[in-house]
């Protein structure tokens, strides 16, 4: 699961975005554009972890319906509501109800992300990104992001709205 670091966030994410960008456009249905999606970034140096995943209108939750190996045994935990109470606002819920990017710098200790610590330490992370997917103006989604670089995903790397 975890990558060889990039000597640089920027080219490898700037690189990213282009190939994912391209998938988008050349996509012939939604499932390929978020398997194409998906692949591109799960093997983007400096990414240890990408998954997508899609609001539920009727359910108000949010969906993974791509996960790597690692992570599918911790599907459960990754189904939120984007309403969550409490002081524990996951990245990709606050991502979701706000509809801008939510960024982690110190995922394990990032007070916000305290149900998720063990399982960052046992995979690694340091530092997420969730990133909204949007469709018809409206949030459809969530693009995540782990890496093991703490600050991997910060200025001038932080990247805005995903529309589709």
């Not at 996960?67 to 599918?72: S, T």
């Not at 002081?87 to 200790?109: I, K, L, S, T």
Request: charged share 20%; hydrophobic share 40%; net charge positive.
């Amino acid at each position: 699961m975890r990558r060889p670091p990039a000597p640089s966030s920027v080219p490898a994410l700037f690189e990213a975005l282009l190939r994912c960008n391209s998938a988008i456009v050349r996509a012939q249905t939604r499932d390929a554009m978020i398997s194409d999606v998906s692949r591109i970034l799960q093997r983007t140096p400096g990414i240890t972890a990408a998954w997508i995943g899609l609001l539920d209108r009727d359910t108000g939750h949010f969906q993974p319906v791509t996960l790597p190996a690692p992570l599918r045994r911790y599907r459960q935990s990754l189904e939120l509501a984007p309403e969550t109470p409490g002081p524990h606002r996951n990245p990709v819920a606050e991502a979701m109800r706000r509809g801008q990017p939510r960024y982690c710098a110190d995922f394990p200790n990032d007070r916000t992300t305290a149900p998720w610590h063990a399982l960052a330490r046992k995979l690694g992370v340091r530092c997420s990104a969730a990133i909204p997917l949007f469709l018809n103006g409206r949030v459809a989604g969530v693009f995540s992001l782990y890496s093991s670089q703490p600050t991997f995903f910060t200025t001038p790397v932080q990247i805005g709205r995903a529309h589709v």
